[in-house]
């Protein structure tokens, strides 16, 4: 079972770059959320999507646009890269936002130079 | 929002029980606890999930007192495997970011 995917696992990217990060899901869950890991640190919340067709701000939102594409996917896009935005970048899933069970990909790994 | 407060790190050895604590003074009457580690270069895995007294699975076992300001998290003889970032969750039925929101975590350093 693939359960949650992300593309690509690493990224490097110049200041004022952008590319959108792939989340894909095949557990037909209805919630998915974006977080960003720095180093040492713990995830902090990007956006996230409580069914399909929604989307809503989560602690980090600024610099960040998402795409719920239909239920398997869930976008992340930068549209301007900065430095600040070097982390390693987090997509989960559950199977509603009521259900505090949630399956994380292996993460992508962006670095901003 | 409910804050959850745990200690930064953890020392223990090999075959030793482990009991992370977790501080939510502010839990609200919804709110459920839920646990998750992460490996080092991994996305969090999903522990174990409790409302009050005690929850068991193969993993971990969860106590939550009658108040339900604290839970504890055992780890039954660990391993060096166990090495990993333990977080404590607080969230509700009726706040499905809430239920997500990570703190900092408690690191576990099991010695052989």
């Known amino acids: 079972n693939a359960g949650v995917t992300q593309t690509p696992k690493f990224q490097v990217l110049k200041t004022g770059q952008s590319m959108t990060l792939q989340c894909a899901q095949d557990?037909?869950?209805?919630?998915m959320y974006w977080y960003r890991q720095d180093p040492g640190m713990g995830l902090r919340l990007i956006y996230y999507?409580?069914?399909?067709?929604?989307?809503d701000k989560g602690e980090v939102p600024n610099g960040y646009n998402v795409s719920r594409l239909n239920k398997r996917e869930f976008s992340l896009r930068l549209e301007s890269a900065a430095p600040s935005q070097t982390s390693v970048y987090f997509c989960?899933?559950?199977?509603?936002?009521?259900?505090?069970?949630?399956?994380f990909g292996q993460g992508t790994r962006l670095t901003v130079v | 929002l409910a804050k959850t407060t745990q200690p930064i790190s953890m020392d223990s050895y090999e075959g030793q029980e482990v009991n992370i604590t977790c501080s939510h003074n502010n839990i609200a009457t919804n709110d459920y606890i839920t646990w998750y580690q992460q490996f080092p270069s991994q996305g969090p895995r999903f522990i174990i999930q409790?409302?009050?007294t005690k929850v068991t699975n193969e993993v971990a076992s969860l106590f939550i007192p009658a108040d339900r300001k604290s839970s504890t998290l055992s780890l039954p003889r660990v391993s060096l495997s166990d090495t990993a970032v333990y977080y404590c969750?607080?969230?509700?039925?009726?706040?499905?970011?809430?239920?997500?929101?990570f703190g900092s975590g408690t690191r576990l350093q099991v010695q052989p």
């Open positions: 969750l607080v969230g509700g039925v009726d706040t499905g970011r809430r239920a997500l929101t």
């Open positions: 999507s409580a069914s399909e067709g929604t989307t």
């Open positions: 409790g409302y009050k």
């Open positions: 989960a899933s559950s199977s509603s936002a009521v259900n505090t069970e949630a399956f």
């Open positions: 557990m037909n869950h209805n919630s």
